[in-house]
């Protein structure tokens, strides 16, 4: 409920508000609990908006360490009946987490945050766009040639205006995950209506995907007599996690189509499990 206030009034501008809601959710979870990861991850976002770019640091990082060294791969996070991918998580908080070292113009450690983005071929052009900016931030001053005067003064932009430039690319780049909160319900009501009664049931749950799947996923509806043989159903639900992996979903998938399918790859998984 806090941290669903919180992105609420974040939502509305009052980032001072959201601060409060997402300490208060943060005070009623153990120290190391994954649900932490994203009231964190939040929480550092406002602090940016806040202009207090060491207490967002000091959120992604620990966020960073309830990750751990993995970088989130291969898990994922329950929320409700939502599985959020942690990589895609733990990609989130680096971004924050470089922003408020370039706002603390530590831009020599920003960078390498940037490059370990980048090699994880993650963040996007965002992230690459940042690193080529650190690059130039970083790069050794050539000396100046004495005997050629200098005709055009170049004057560095204020840093006033470089700090409003990083909370504006922070914000945006939140805008999936503000929608995402907006969605929660309604995503949980249809896996719910999907998979009720059917936990732990890979037959009736991949008879009955057509259901939750939305059209543009191109899912070719099954019957149960397409799975009374247990190597047919290998190959269906083979066919099924293709069409819901984390790696595979479309860039041009929305929101909401992307957490019913890390939803729906979570209960598959479950349901695999059970049927092995």
Avoid at 3 to 16: I, L, N, P, Q, W
Avoid at 125 to 134: L, N, S
Avoid at 167 to 183: F, I, K, N, W
Avoid at 230 to 247: E, F, N, R, S
């Amino acid at each position: 409920q806090n941290k669903a206030r919180g992105s609420e009034a974040f939502k509305r501008g009052d980032f001072t508000k959201a601060l409060g809601y997402y300490d208060t959710a943060l005070q009623s979870l153990p120290a190391e609990h994954p649900s932490r990861i994203s009231i964190l991850s939040n929480r550092a976002l406002a602090n940016l908006q806040t202009g207090s770019p060491k207490l967002a640091f000091a959120d992604c990082e620990e966020a960073l360490a309830i990750i751990g060294s993995g970088a989130g791969q291969d898990e994922t996070i329950q929320e409700g009946s939502i599985a959020i991918n942690m990589s895609s998580l733990w990609a989130k908080v680096m971004q924050r987490k470089a922003t408020a070292l370039e706002m603390q113009e530590r831009h020599t450690d920003a960078l390498v945050v940037w490059q370990t983005l980048v090699r994880s071929g993650q963040g996007g052009a965002a992230a690459m766009q940042a690193k080529q900016r650190c690059e130039k931030l970083c790069a050794p001053k050539s000396k100046p040639v004495a005997k050629v005067p200098v005709k055009v003064a170049v004057h560095a932009a204020p840093s006033g205006e470089g700090v409003a430039k990083l909370r504006a690319e922070a914000a945006a780049q939140d805008a999936s995950e503000l929608e995402r909160q907006g969605l929660l319900d309604v995503v949980g009501d249809k896996i719910a209506a999907w998979s009720k009664g059917k936990e732990g049931n890979l037959r009736a749950l991949l008879a009955s995907l057509d259901l939750v799947l939305w059209p543009a996923a191109n899912w070719k509806k099954v019957s149960l007599a397409d799975l009374v043989l247990d190597g047919k159903v290998k190959v269906i639900y083979m066919k099924a996690l293709a069409k819901v992996h984390p790696d595979k979903i479309p860039r041009d998938a929305s929101v909401e189509q992307k957490m019913i399918a890390g939803a729906v790859f979570a209960k598959l998984n479950g349901a695999w499990d059970a049927f092995k």
